[in-house]
């Protein structure tokens, strides 16, 4: 291919340092590079590349010219990196087609160990109601209404605290940088502009290991003179109403705020400005509570007070307090932020007289309006996710936080609001207090998310399919804010089982690497002493207390997100580094899971024979475990309030060990991968015990297994928990499950990421396809026909009479059938962690009429599209007439440069092919829906 003038070959996409494009606040001591290659040449492959680092346009680091492929994780091995310091880095490539390229990006680095010169302040307050953990807290019991309408019901709650810091810039401003942080959230301007557009910095952590700072560059902001920087302070997760009980208090009852602002002049001298100087009062928001909502007064505006010529005189001093620093870390990461705004549906008037605001889609985020009124109105915004069976607004969700209520008193004229310290959960807004009618116009839908890049794109004949994939993306958007949750209403609490089910799909819609690895260190932090991570992560004081209740910290599952996770990053995103960081807890972890399994018998034991009494150290088959959670057929039409935690007790005994040997399995292939022989062959061996015993104890010679339940036979399936003889006989009772149960599934959380794998790989693609197409309760698609938005915690959440069940509508579990579809129906495979090779192996054959998905991996983008034609080849020749038939299939894939493929053609036959698009248009087999 020849060259046009100007034109380049070869292009650099995409650099990033530690999987972040242009970072603030890099905390490694060495970072990585990486980057996507471009190329108008067919199989492209990068052949060596050369990595340079400046400082302040003084070259620090050059790597000198690398004969390597290696595009995804290039290691700074310069000088130690300075704290605070802009650092620009290039990198040039050249392929092996003769082309080469360069490209430069920029990073920040954090403080690293720069001992802080600011203090830690809290303004003047009265600390919040509600003691520490305490379980009953503000009436907040399950399923206890705590109506909030009243306007003086917020007992307890404090008022946000406004701060200003002003100061001097003396001469002209080389760097800015300031760090600050809070006990609560914050919202930070310098002299009324915002550094940058994040919400509720400084997000949820294990606040007591790990409590995030943020870096800005702010010298744009400055100017010579007086300046101020400005603080709103509120609740958050510090002092705010948490969980499904609306507990107060978990870290602290008072709000506090830490920030140091370093200023170099052009001269070379510098100056710092210190939350210690803050004055404090409080504003128009009387109350900002994460879960509960805000209560804003506008009339209480300090107008002015973000400028530096604000009369503050009548502030009051903050006083210090002596808070603990080597908690504080970094945040170079993904910010939350407002990530997509619209104009909401419809506003209509319910069966019960009530305004109601529809957005048209269920999110998490908030509602701004702007409105004309006199002083005085009150404007109340309730939020909620569904309508009740006539249509008419509704609270289903259980717990305290069913009452989510933003409420605004208005000042005189035409006005604005926008919530800052808060998030619903909702589709619906009842509202109340409007000066004259509603138009939709009038109002903005938020959604809130941290702001990670999409990297898939999915899209098929099938317009359910297609609804469904969208559901599955707007409940993991709704579900990754700062941390994975399992929910935006009830709880946003960052339960690990929720993870394990959902981690290899969330890993195909956007590119979570970076915000799932920061998510691990909580894990770690939290990891308890024998070695349990627990349920929750960040494990709030009130989930301590539910789990002491159960009398476990941990659950099968739940725990094994350190091993899973990681693993399922590394096999998205190709980068071994989140193995070896994670390998000291997962080890930890194996270790607490084989204590226990050796040491704890289970009931009866005494009167075992030896063989059974031996196998029960293989056995982790003791104990609390949420096991197979939310079985369907335990839940469907069941309103008793023990319903849920049954599936659990009745699952337990069988999923625990199931999941030994899952987590023994992948910690093999870990410790191969790690180059940790003796480990890798220490879990190959285990693991096969623990296969052994499970199936001595478990399965009859029939193929039946203990509790007979699907869930239990797909985990048995997947883990290979039979020898090769019995697979298909608990195959062919996995099968009759789903028959007896009208053809649809039955499993719970633990067991339905797997069932679409588990028949796809056991000869039973059609009984996959069957699930995929059912459209009966249980199933995705009887989600999507009685209107769902997102994905459900419960199938039947709407119930097939049209009663509303008090499940959260806005649980992203049960969306990990998601990368199936893109595994199976695109046909998009790693062959090789990172897709360094992949393989495209489409299912012609699944009833669709046309596929198209991409996945934007580390290498760049995977494209593949394919479509039956409209020609026919006949149905004679087909061997069931009736569902089979003969047809000829295009088919265009697009690899990646530095990547190759093989490419399972329609035909069957199967092609290897290096990096560009390619086209086939052949015959296949296919099924007629
Ligand atoms: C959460 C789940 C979680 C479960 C534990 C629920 O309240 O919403 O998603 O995993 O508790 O079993």
Redesign the pocket.
Known sequence: MLKKKGEEMLKIKELKCEHLKNPAGIGKRNPIFSWILESDRKNTFQAACQVKVCEENELIWDSGRMETDCSIACVYKGPELKPLKSYQWSVTVWDDQGDSAEADAGFITARFDRPWKASWVEPEQEPAYGQKGDFHDVGATMGVHTDLRGLDDYKGFQPVQYLRIPFEVKKPVKHAFFCATAHGVYEIAVNGIAPDDRLLAPEISSYHKILQYQVYDAAGLLREGKNVISVKLGDGWWTGRVG?MGNACQFGDTTAFLMEGQIEYEDGTTDHVLSDDAVSSTGPLLVADLFVGEKYDARKELDGWETAEYDDSSWKPVKKAEYPYDNLQAQAGTPIRIIRSFTPKAVFTDGNGDTVIDMGQNIAGFLSFTVDAPAGNVIRMEHAEVLDKNGCFCKNIMGANKDQMDVYITKDGRQTYQPCFTYHGFRYVRLTGWPGTPKTEDFTAHVVSTDVEDIGSFETSDPKINRLQKNIWWSQVANTTGIPT??PQ??K?G?T??VTVYAPTMCFLRDEEEFLTRWLGNCRAEQQEHGEIP?VVPFLQCYKEINTYYGSDTSCG?GDVIVSVPWNLYMAYGNRDVLKENYGAMKKWMQYVQHCAENEMPEGYEAFDENRKERQKYLWNTGFH?GD?LVPSMLKDNRDDMAMINT?YATKEVVAPAFYAYSTNLMSRIAEVLGEKEDCRYYKELNAKVRQAFEAEYIDSDGHIKSDMQGIYVLALKNDLMSEELRPKVVRRLLEKIEENNGCLDTG?LSVPFIMDVLTENGCKDAAYRLLWQEKCPSWLYEVNNGATTMW?SWAAVREDGEIEKH?FN?Y?YGCVGDWMYRELAGIKAEEAGYRRIRIEPSYDCGLEYVKGSLKSPYGLIRVSWKKDNTWSGKDNAADPETESRKSVSLEVAVPANTSAVVVLPDGQECRVGSGVWKWQQETKVRVK
Do not use: K, V
């Open positions: 499904c399992d929910c009830r709880e609490a339960w089982g929720d349920t739940w949420y959670w659990a959380f915690e959260s649980h579990a």
